[in-house]
Every structure is written in C-alpha cells, then in structure tokens.
C-alpha cells in the first residue's frame, strides 16, 4: 500500500508542478505540528514526541521492507553510526521543538529553529556579506519574542535554540546518512533511533496509563509528519533546483504560523508578523545567495541501498 503510494506520486509529479507538492507537504507538516499542541492537554510534550516518533519510525520501516535490513547488513561501521547519531540529534530537535511550542507560540517557535538552517546555509556560502541574512533573521526573532514583555518565556525561547542547534546538526548529518543509506532508509533508521532515544523521557507515562485516544491521535499526527510531507517532498525534489527549494523552505516560519492561528487560534501581534517577514525574507536571501539556479544533480544508483521500488534514492539533506 505504501509502497504503491510513492509510485502514484511519481506519476502524479507529471501533472502537479513540484512546488505545489512542496507547499501540500510544508502545510501538511505544520498541520501535524499544531495538533501536537493540542495533545498536550492530554500528556507532556514528551510522552506525545515519543508517541509520534514511535509510529514513525514503525510506518517507515514498513515502508523500507526486506532491502532496509539488507542495507543495514551491507553498511560500514561509520555508516551505521552516523545513522545513531542522526537520530539522537532528530529526538533532540523534536522534543526541544515540542516542549518549546508548549510554551510559546508555534510560529515564533519554528522560526527560532530555523535560525539553524540558516546559520548552516549561511555558512556553507563562507562570505561575509551573507552574515547580513542571520542578522535580519535576528531581529525578526527579536520581534516575535518580544523580550521587552514582562511575560516573556525564557525557557520555552531556551528550548527552541536548543531545537535551532540540533536542527544545524540534522541537516550537516542528513547529508551523511543520505549519501549511505539513501533518503527512506535514511529516515527510517534515523527515526528508529530517535524513538528509543526518547523512549526513557517519554515511553513510561505512555506505558504507565495508556490512553487509546492518545495513540490514535498520534498516529494520525505521525502521519502528517513525517510520512506525508517526507513523500511529497521526495517526489518535488526530483523537479525542483536548490535554489528554488530553499527559497519555498524558507516560507516555512510563516506557514508555521498561518497554521498556529487557524488550528489553535494563536493569534500574533503586529510586530509579530514583521518579525516573520524579516525571518522569511532572511531565509530566501540565504537561499537565492548561493548563485546556483542549478537543479540539484540526479546522484548515480546505488545498488546496495535503492529504495525497494527499484528507483535510486535521493542524498538531498531535508529539515524536519
């Protein structure tokens, strides 16, 4: 069934310009994100992560069948841990991202992370001038934590840097991982790790009182991110250059907060919206920067660790 799904896309790419898949899998992911939120009141942020990742990691190693364990076999000693510390740094940017939008806004919170995939974008380009993007991106920030408030919440803006920095960590290592495993192996063992890393922070309230609403609803979370927007994604890659993905990528903080407000009525203030403006304008500087209207090169087929429905994976690094 799933397996299926990914041929349907690929056919489905002929008809659906890439970047409208693209932007289906952004809105799709911040859906996921918002309703996370609303779990909340049902168990921490932690139990709910764990929960999230849980059924990811399970629906993509479903989705890896008989030649993700192959592929497992056939890997180096540093392949393999590479993939563990990539899903140490997923556990850690998910659940900083989760306990972070328990306490502030899902908008402010997501454009925060962002701050590690410019920094990480930013410096790839290794000139100066480009510093300029991080620092509007800075006070952009600014504007949406609104510091000078009495009610500022320093843990929750502490816990999404802490998320920026392994977001920074997941992109240098998804690139990594990719090149070894390919993109749904990748992903699958990443998750994997992520799931039993977080498993003693969130795993014993969940086991302790199971909740069936809770895990049905995670579920359906898991599979709004990462399954979803993960496939899409891989389907526009195939069409897109780097430069135009990044450039839609960078939206992401204001569809983060687009759907902060309709799905939990998080409603921002003027200074607020400027603030997303200077983050988003930030990302597609940093991205048109690189001078590369290329499209990303098709990488050679790897017979070792091509995805099961015999098509060669992809080593573009994804954010979360």
Known sequence: MIPSSISSLRRADVRVPAPFLLLIGMFTLHTGSALAVTAFDQASPATVTWLRLTWAALLLLALGGRSLWRA?????????????????AS?????????????????????IEFLGALVVAVAAMRRRRELVWIAAAGVGVVCLT???????????????????????????????????????????LAMT???????????????ASP???LILLTLGIALLFPLVPFLLEMVALQRMSRTAYSTFASLEPAVSLVMGLLIIGQAPAAVQVAGMVLVVVAGVGASRGDGGGRAA???EPDTRHSCHDGSAARNDATMH
């Open 72 to 88: 497992v076999r056939e890997a180096t000693w540093r392949e393999r841990g590479s993939v563990v510390i990539l899903g140490t």
């Open 91 to 111: 556990a850690g940017m998910m659940l900083f991202y989760s306990e972070a939008t328990a306490r502030i806004e899902l908008g402010t919170a997501t454009s």
């Open 146 to 188: 609104r510091p000078w408030q009495s009610d500022l919440d320093v843990l929750g803006l502490g816990l999404a840097l802490a998320g920026a920095v392994c977001v920074a960590a997941y992109i240098v290592l998804t690139q990594r991982v990719g090149a070894g495993f390919g993109a749904v192996h990748g992903l699958a």
């Open 193 to 207: 790790v992520a799931a039993l890393v977080s498993a003693p922070l969130g795993a014993p309230a969940a086991i």
């Open 211 to 213: 909740d069936l609403d």
């Open 297 to 299: 090169p098709s990488p």
